[in-house]
């Protein structure tokens, strides 16, 4: 009986020092220096309660919202980086914007505040204010917005950010070896339906990507496309860069003449990334069809 009261007390002891070397301790903003992978996914959308519904629809005109980029916070609280974004049909192009994102309030409990001012072509610039969590040891945050101001007020999300790195120095350590092997991409979309702007369906894929060291990629896609299923060869190229941002397309020639060009970061030392499809502007607009694009991407074998 005794050696089972030791025994036990023994077990309950170890409990306490795991548990407590598992604990996550009080936050500061030296909690948060480091490079993150994020991306903000949400909508607005306004319904008119005067018009009748067909069920399960609502009538309402909708603005989707995504964002997908990277920063690197310092230990003062501010960090400096750069995101893609679609809003609605507003596209914000090939080339990443700028963006500094300071924090203005960070607590013990790892919750806390930041503020930063976002622009787009032909739109003023708007003050965004969000409230965030973090946890996992500052691993990981998630965020919705407070305020927007001079923006789209109606406007809501939620954000997702994801450690690169816990150095305060911007990170230079990805390379073709980083996106090597199998990947599962998973895509959610809006497109318009035969290229007009007033008719638009949902769009849901993935695709298997056998990615080589040398940045070429095939693989099969399958996606539900409004009434349309969709079973067929894609192939494409990966490039990534020493921030582990990455420049990819997506070619389907079955279906679609041009490439797809996709934009992302990689995080969890390449075993996943966040992306999004970016449409090229310079096309006539009868080829121009994705309002609305984000991809999640994982690594499912080598």
Same mark, same amino acid.
């Given at each position: 009986m005794?050696?089972?009261?030791?025994?036990?007390?023994?077990?309950?002891?170890?409990?306490?020092?795991?548990?407590?070397?598992h604990a996550e301790g009080p936050c500061s903003l030296r909690t948060m220096a480091g490079t993150y992978a994020f991306f903000d996914k949400g909508a607005s959308m306004a319904v008119d309660p005067s018009q009748p519904a067909y069920q399960p629809y609502f009538?309402?005109?909708?603005?989707?919202?995504?964002?997908?980029?990277?920063?690197?916070f310092g230990r003062n609280g501010v960090g400096n980086g750069y995101y893609w974004?679609?809003?609605?049909?507003?596209?914000g192009g090939f080339d990443a914007r700028p963006v500094q994102v300071t924090i203005t309030e960070m607590n013990a409990d790892c919750t806390g505040k930041y503020q930063y001012n976002v622009t787009l072509p032909g739109i003023p610039s708007a003050t965004i204010e969000e409230r965030f969590i973090l946890f996992d040891d500052g691993r990981e945050w998630r965020?919705?917005?407070?305020?927007?101001? !001079?923006? +789209?007020?109606?406007?809501?999300? &939620?954000?997702?950010?994801?450690?690169i790195s816990n150095s305060s120095a911007p990170v230079r350590s990805c390379g073709p070896?980083?996106?090597?092997?199998?990947?599962?991409?998973s895509a959610e979309n809006i497109v318009e339906v035969s290229f007009d702007p007033a008719v638009a369906a949902a769009d849901n894929l993935f695709i298997r990507q056998d990615i080589s060291m040398n940045g070429d990629w095939t693989?099969?896609?399958?996606?539900?496309?409004?009434?349309?299923?969709?079973?067929?060869p894609?192939?494409?190229t990966f490039a990534v860069n020493p921030d582990c941002s990455f420049n990819s397309t997506l070619r389907v020639p079955e279906?679609?003449? !041009?490439? +797809?060009?996709?934009?992302?970061? &990689?995080?969890n030392e390449g075993k996943e990334y966040y992306a999004l499809a970016i449409e090229d502007l310079s096309l006539p607009p009868d080829q121009q069809g994705i309002k609305f694009s984000f991809a999640y991407g994982k690594r499912i074998g080598q």
């Open positions: 005794r050696r089972t009261v030791i025994f036990t007390g023994a077990l309950l002891c170890l409990f306490i020092a795991v548990s407590a070397a009538v309402g005109v909708l603005a989707p919202f995504v964002t997908v980029g990277e920063i690197t974004i679609y809003i609605g049909g507003i596209n965020s919705v917005p407070t305020s927007i101001q !001079n923006g +789209i007020d109606t406007l809501a999300w &939620l954000g997702t950010g994801r450690r070896h980083t996106a090597h092997g199998t990947y599962l991409l693989g099969r896609l399958y996606e539900k496309l409004g009434p349309v299923s969709v079973n067929t894609a192939l494409g279906f679609f003449p !041009n490439a +797809i060009v996709i934009k992302g970061v &990689l995080f």
